[in-house]
């Protein structure tokens, strides 16, 4: 959990941790390359969003927050 306003919180379905990750990924069939969304993840769930995102072949990029 996060005292800081700021930051942000794990995107994981009932998480409410501070995010250490950020996933960024699109849906292809849908948007172009311009079009990229954005995940926070806490260290739990980071690979489990990232599987969830390239099992269905969706372009991600995960990066570490600061």
């Known amino acids: 959990m996060t005292s800081d306003p700021e930051a942000p ?3 994981s379905r009932g998480c409410r941790n501070t995010a250490a990750w950020m996933l960024l990924w699109r849906n292809p ?3 172009g390359s311009d079009r990229v969304k954005r995940w926070a993840a ?3 769930h980071e690979p489990v969003l990232r599987e969830f995102l390239t099992a269905r072949g969706f372009p991600c990029e995960t ?3 600061p």
């Open 29 to 31: 069939r849908i948007h």
């Open 42 to 44: 806490c260290d739990e």
């Open 9 to 11: 919180i794990c995107s």
């Open 63 to 65: 990066q570490r927050l």
